[in-house]
């Protein structure tokens, strides 16, 4: 065991006792901090600052501030505060009991950096650093720029316990971790009001025809999208039976979204209507916008990013909207690859590692969590990636990723999954790029990192300054493949397409180019 004040220590395991290394590193780490001179003034606030944080005082008091700031300060403080509350309770209830030990002796330390009453319950983990880590973490989480002026306080206060004498290392990493760990489980089993879903409506509404039971609807089914294999009820059953006079056409081998919808509106038909999956979804969007007719999208494919962001849940949802004739204007995205026709985009498109990142972690994310799936799904991706070389907006280079989405998607990571609305008028570019000391280590990082990592990183502009992946806000986006390389695979909605050596890729973005049967209220959804 280091060399330390007893007290009360207690505890069953008691890591200073059980191992050699913990006890040296300890030992070690104090000598130093015990030698460290910073002057009386210094001594004195480390003092003071440490004796504030007694019973988590000094996290009332910022967390009361924090509230009298807004709506969002008040959601800050609220998880800041009880996640305080778990991880003290955990930390001194349940951790000193278990583990314990003695604390370093601060009798060899001058006058002016001991405590007024030197603590003697167990050392470890640290009580103090546990609440710091913990507030700290749970401010950034519902509000990343608080949380970053919140985050020196909280490390001073966890460097005091060291320099007072009253814990060893290990007992402030510990308690660091557990007080971290405790806020992002609680955003987990408590997710933050902050972002509930799209808005609704999702764009600004639109004029459409109200059709009854959907008489004068062409709907295209695809039988084979993920979903629909799947299902006990076919979806050509589900929609006959939701709009009854709606005229129902699978999608079979020989023809196209493009030939159906065309003969729908030589038959006559106000609206056309898809259920499958996103390319499915986008083929008889870029028919209906060919056509000026407004699309009703029914979500029976496997993901329904397009139908989830338009707050479409079911095949009820979209036929009440169809019958009720409330719809929504949104935007869209034009592709256009080489000399080949242009396609709609309606949600993303990416080349390089973003396709296969999302896919891993959204296979892991129902069994891992969506933070431990995104650092395994970037450590799995990246160790096997190579960037690609590319010349992105006339920058040549090589990248690991480059993204677009239809309007802002959430969160602000090298992989985002959703969006809140579909009028922004915008693509919401994000790249990666070869080049830089350390990139895929520092890709890594970024995208294991997730929504907090990413938010926190870019309120502090020192690390901003160094991240690799960058975001930003375009109206167009042209990818070329260099004339000496090889062939890109570019991807679209769940759909892929070659990009020859020397061709290249114009996304440009369509505003208001679309109408789409949806809810205007809530409820509908």
Not at 313 to 319: D, K
Request: hydrophobic content about 45%; aromatic content about 4%; proline content about 7%.
């Amino acid at each position: 065991m280091p060399r330390g004040h007893e007290g009360r220590a207690r505890g069953v395991l008691q890591p200073h006792v059980r191992s050699t290394l913990v006890r040296r590193l300890d030992r070690a780490a104090h000598d130093r901090t015990a030698a460290r001179r910073l002057g009386p003034r210094a001594d004195a606030a480390l003092v003071r600052l440490s004796t504030a944080a007694d019973r988590s005082r000094l996290w009332w008091a910022v967390g009361a501030g924090l509230a009298l700031t807004g709506a969002r300060g008040r959601r800050a403080a609220l998880r800041g505060l009880g996640s305080v509350a778990v991880a003290s309770a955990l930390a001194n209830l349940l951790g000193k009991v278990v583990f314990g030990g003695a604390r370093p002796d601060a009798t060899t330390l001058p006058w002016v950096r001991r405590l007024a009453r030197q603590p003697t319950s167990g050392s470890f983990p640290s009580g103090h650093s546990a609440s710091a880590a913990a507030f700290a973490t749970g401010v950034a989480l519902e509000w990343p720029a608080a949380g970053a002026a919140v985050a020196p306080v909280a490390g001073a206060v966890a460097y005091s316990r060291l320099h007072v004498a009253a814990h060893w290392t290990s007992d402030v990493v510990a308690g660091a971790a557990l007080g971290a760990g405790v806020a992002l489980v609680g955003r987990r089993l408590v997710p933050s009001g902050d972002l509930p879903g799209p808005d609704v409506p999702a764009g600004p509404p639109a004029v459409v025809p109200a059709l009854p039971e959907g008489e004068g609807l062409t709907v295209v089914v695809n039988p084979r999208s993920g979903a629909s294999s799947v299902r006990l009820r076919p979806v050509t059953e589900q929609v006959r039976a939701a709009l009854p006079r709606a005229r129902v056409v699978e999608l079979a081998d020989g023809t196209s979204a493009t030939d159906l919808v065309a003969r729908a509106v030589a038959a006559g038909a106000r609206a056309v209507g898809v259920a499958g999956g996103d390319g499915t979804v986008g083929a008889v969007a870029h028919a209906a916008r060919a056509h000026g007719l407004p699309l009703a999208v029914f979500p029976t494919g496997t993901l329904n990013h397009f139908a989830r962001a338009a707050d479409l849940t079911s095949v009820t949802a979209t036929a009440r909207a169809v019958e009720t004739g409330t719809a929504v204007t949104v935007d869209v995205g034009e592709l256009t690859v080489g000399d080949d026709a242009p396609v709609t985009v309606l949600n993303t498109f990416s080349v390089g590692v973003y396709p296969e990142l999302v896919t891993t972690r959204d296979r892991l994310a129902p069994r891992l969590g969506k933070p431990v799936a995104a650092l395994v799904a970037a450590a799995r991706t990246l160790r096997a990636a190579e960037p690609v070389a590319l010349v992105v907006d006339d920058e040549d280079g090589r990248w690991w990723s480059v993204f677009a989405g239809v309007d802002r998607y959430h969160p602000t990571s090298l992989a985002p999954v959703a969006r809140r609305r579909l009028d922004d008028g915008l693509l919401d570019v994000r790249d990666a790029r070869d080049g830089t000391a350390h990139s895929r280590l520092r890709t890594f990082l970024e995208a294991a990192g997730g929504d907090l990592g990413a938010r926190l990183a870019h309120a502090v502009p020192p690390v901003r300054r160094r991240l690799v992946v960058r975001q930003r806000g375009a109206t167009a986006l042209r990818v070329r493949a260099r004339d000496d390389g090889q062939p890109v695979v570019l991807a679209h909605d769940g759909e892929t397409t070659d990009l020859p050596a020397g061709a290249t890729a114009h996304l440009r973005l369509l505003p208001a180019a679309l109408v789409v049967y949806a809810p205007h209220d809530p409820r509908d959804g």
